[in-house]
Nanobody, 122 residues
């Protein structure tokens, strides 16, 4: 499956953005979808994941209550709604897919999108 992330941009602190992850090649419905991010000068970190049925989610503590992951299998797309953005949310955001489960480890995701840059100004 090929993944294409989009929706990044420049936003002021307190603002919102919605990232999209469109899939092609195979249906997303069998995959757990995840979002990761890589802040400047730091390693890639887990943000959120959603089960293949969409009935279970997992979030990093740093984004709980502010970010929401969702999926629309009819559109073969996953989303990350980001509210109350903070400057420390500035990063390249990647979507990823795996068949194993709600994993926070990037090494367990088999498929990756190219990343979309989110910049939050103070």
């Amino acid at each position: 499956v090929q993944l294409q992330a989009s929706g990044g941009g420049l936003v002021q602190a307190g603002g919102s953005l919605r990232l999209s992850c469109a899939a092609s090649g195979r249906t997303l419905s069998m995959y757990v979808m995840g979002w990761f991010r890589q802040p400047p000068g730091r390693e890639r970190e887990f943000v959120a994941a959603i089960s293949w049925r969409g009935d279970n989610t997992r979030y990093a503590d740093s984004v709980k209550g502010r970010f929401t992951i969702s999926r629309d299998d009819a559109k073969n797309t996953a989303y990350l709604q980001m509210n109350s953005l903070k400057p420390e949310d500035t990063a390249i955001y990647y979507c990823a897919a795996n068949l194993a489960g709600l994993m926070a480890s990037a090494t367990l995701y088999e498929h990756w999108g190219q990343g979309t840059l989110v910049t939050v100004s103070s």
